[in-house]
């Protein structure tokens, strides 16, 4: 659901924008939460598993704010 993803989001302080990066696969979560970073306007920045290793140059590179992991546990924030 859109708007459950929308407030979560918000409540983990992300806020219009901002630069964020979305580590996740293609499941119908991390497709429903770019589409909420899309509609408060933030600047995505997309990262698989298969890049784990290398992303801290990649995050530093793309000067991103925030991280949002999506697994199977379900939404993970934290700042970078």
């Known amino acids: 659901?859109?708007?459950?993803?929308?407030?979560?989001i918000k409540l983990n302080g992300i806020?219009?924008?901002y630069i964020v990066g979305v580590m996740g696969d293609y499941s119908p979560?991390?497709?429903?939460?770019i589409f909420c970073l899309i509609k408060i306007n933030c600047i995505i920045v997309p990262f698989n598993y298969d890049?784990?290793?290398?992303s801290k140059e990649k995050y530093d590179?793309?000067?991103i704010q925030y991280l949002v992991t999506v697994d199977k546990?379900?939404?993970?924030?934290?700042d970078n």
């Open 61 to 63: 590179i793309a000067n």
């Open 15 to 17: 806020r219009k924008k």
């Open 1 to 8: 659901n859109i708007e459950y993803w929308l407030r979560q």
């Open 29 to 33: 979560n991390t497709i429903a939460i």
């Open 73 to 78: 546990f379900g939404l993970r924030v934290s």
């Open 51 to 54: 890049q784990k290793d290398k």
